[in-house]
């Protein structure tokens, strides 16, 4: 395997993530490395599209914390521009209730940071193969769910991408002003969003919001 992969030429990967130090860190295991090598980078879901579509990487490596935009938003982007190019997650993000939907949303691949950067250069390589890759973590989560140990049908799961990431937020203690300047956005916009997950969540108050995001975040 080793010599087939040094025959080939090197597989071209975009590094999307807001932590230089992160992106660093790739820059020099990836450049250790024979069949791999770093194009581009970019720290925000806007500058990452638009490099993307003008180096066109073979494999980008995407966290789904971004500060501007949601990482999910980012892959569902990557997948109308580029069809073909090949989306590894490597993220902090729960793998219970993220995995699925990078998944759908059109990514190759699933790891949780906590596994390591050798571990994703690993996965760049089973993806760059044509086949799907999943963190130990991420696969155990993903079968405890599939037979039933987990909870299917979740509320949570009526949430868009953007409702998910902001009561997981709320649930780590931020409150409305705090969203706002973490997410760019105006604070009439979080609350708007705050209405619409209650809603869903058929909460009534704000209180029973904010619990209800706390329990959600610990107990996962």
């Not at 080793?2 to 130090?21: E, G, S």
């Not at 599939?146 to 949430?159: C, I, K, S, V, Y």
Request: some cysteine; charged content about 30%.
């Amino acid at each position: 395997m080793a010599a087939k992969l040094n025959n080939l030429a090197k597989a071209r990967v975009f590094l999307v993530d807001d932590h230089p130090i992160v992106r660093r860190g790739f820059q020099l295991l990836l450049g250790l490395e024979r069949d791999l090598s770093v194009c581009g980078e970019a720290e925000s879901s806007s500058q990452a599209l638009e490099k993307m579509i003008q180096l066109k990487p073979d494999i980008a490596i995407i966290d789904l914390g971004l500060r501007d935009s949601s990482g999910l938003d980012l892959i569902k982007q990557v997948r109308e521009h580029l069809p073909k190019l090949k989306i590894l997650v490597f993220t902090m993000k729960s793998e219970r209730m993220y995995a699925e939907r990078a998944l759908r949303a059109g990514a190759n691949g699933y790891i949780t940071k906590e596994e390591g950067a050798e571990k994703a250069i690993e996965a760049l390589r089973v993806i760059m193969q044509g086949k799907a890759y999943l963190g130990a973590q991420v696969a155990e989560a993903m079968m405890i769910r599939l037979a039933g140990g987990g909870q299917p049908g979740e509320a949570t799961d009526l949430l868009s991408d953007r409702e998910l990431e902001i009561l997981e937020m709320i649930g780590s203690g931020l409150g409305t002003r705090q969203l706002a300047e973490r997410l760019k956005v105006s604070v009439k916009t979080i609350e708007s969003h705050r209405e619409h997950i209650k809603t869903k969540l058929q909460l009534k108050k704000a209180s029973e919001l904010v619990n209800y995001a706390y329990n959600w975040v610990n107990r996962r």
